[in-house]
């Protein structure tokens, strides 16, 4: 009986003695993905002692943790090949375009007839509309390949919107569209003035581009200094605003025009700044919406 007890007092030693290393072996791998992820290394996991299941497990981990970096480093690698392309790209645009719009100059002043005039007009407009899309491209490969050294200053942003506005008038004019400023109480941003103006006049190329009437714009402040283009639109049904700010997308799939560019620059910038961006439609209403870090005097 005695002898009895003592083999169960030893197998139940023994039990709990393999439940703990167990436990702390689970700990053990608990805290070595804790610091992978807190402290963004690329340790493998390792165990100190030896058990085939454990072993196994810290293997297959490793196997899925490599493969998840292989894929990052690739991911990286792809995106780093696309900002080169769009920059070679532009540059590769740019000569042939020069050429034509010369050639298009030549042809206006030569004796052309009305109806030869009226297509070198459209041919113009077309070039016109290439050449915006090709200074995206060039805008946006630069960009993304900069490491922005931010140079953050107190800006009174209702201003500088107001400016931006003014400049576009005779756009504005030529398109039949009418501006509604609203708000002009001084709103003052902690931000880069070159990176803002570029978002402003992104904001107000994408509206003359795709409104067909009226555009209301605001600065206003929150928890941040905010601006917002807001216009009706009637083609509602083929406007995804989740994919608004993605580079190229195309919002009118039967004209192809693409606003993409555009906004994926004001997003890019924004975020660089440390605001963010927002797209709505509500009611045939659609809106833009990008937020900046509002000035505040402790600050500076």
């Known amino acids: 009986m005695i002898i009895a007890v003592c083999i169960l007092g030893i197998l139940v030693i023994s039990l709990s003695s393999y439940v703990i290393f167990v436990q702390l072996q689970l700990r053990s791998i608990n805290?070595?993905?804790?610091?992978?992820i807190k402290e963004n290394t690329h340790q493998p996991i390792s165990l100190a002692l030896i058990?085939?299941?454990?072993?196994i497990l810290a293997i297959n981990i490793n196997k899925c943790l490599k493969a998840e970096e292989n894929l990052r480093l690739n991911i990286?690698?792809?995106?780093?090949h696309f900002r080169?392309?769009?920059?070679?790209?532009?540059?590769?645009?740019?000569?042939?375009?020069?050429?034509?719009?010369?050639?298009?100059?030549?042809?206006?002043?030569g004796g052309l007839s009305e109806e030869q005039m009226e297509k070198l007009i459209i041919a113009q407009k077309h070039a016109d509309e290439l050449g915006r899309l090709i200074e995206h491209f060039f805008e946006y490969s630069y960009l993304v390949n900069l490491?922005?050294?931010?140079?953050?200053?107190?800006?009174n942003l209702t201003n500088l919107v107001a400016e931006c506005l003014a400049e576009a008038i005779s756009?504005?004019?030529?398109?039949?569209?009418s501006v509604k400023f609203c708000d002009v109480l001084p709103v003052f941003a902690l931000v880069d003035k070159e990176m803002t103006l570029r978002i402003i006049r992104n904001l107000i190329r994408n509206s003359i581009q795709h409104s067909n009437n009226d555009i209301e714009v605001r600065v206003f402040t929150d928890n941040n200094a905010i601006i917002s283009f807001s216009n009706f639109v009637s083609n509602t049904s083929e406007m995804d605003v989740k994919r608004i700010f993605d580079r190229f997308y195309v919002a009118d799939k039967a004209r192809e025009k693409t606003g993409g560019l555009g906004l994926a620059i004001v997003k890019l910038l924004a975020n660089q700044m440390g605001g963010r961006t927002e797209?709505?439609?509500?009611d045939g209403i659609f809106k833009i919406v990008v937020e900046l870090p509002k000035y505040e005097k402790e600050f500076l």
């Open 147 to 155: 490491e922005p050294e931010l140079q953050k200053e107190k800006i």
């Open 171 to 177: 756009t504005f004019e030529e398109r039949n569209l």
């Open 84 to 109: 080169e392309m769009i920059a070679n790209i532009s540059h590769d645009l740019r000569t042939p375009l020069t050429a034509i719009k010369g050639y298009q100059q030549l042809m206006k002043k």
């Open 51 to 55: 058990n085939k299941e454990l072993n």
């Open 279 to 282: 797209a709505t439609l509500v």
């Open 76 to 80: 990286i690698g792809e995106e780093k």
């Open 31 to 36: 805290k070595q993905l804790t610091k992978r």
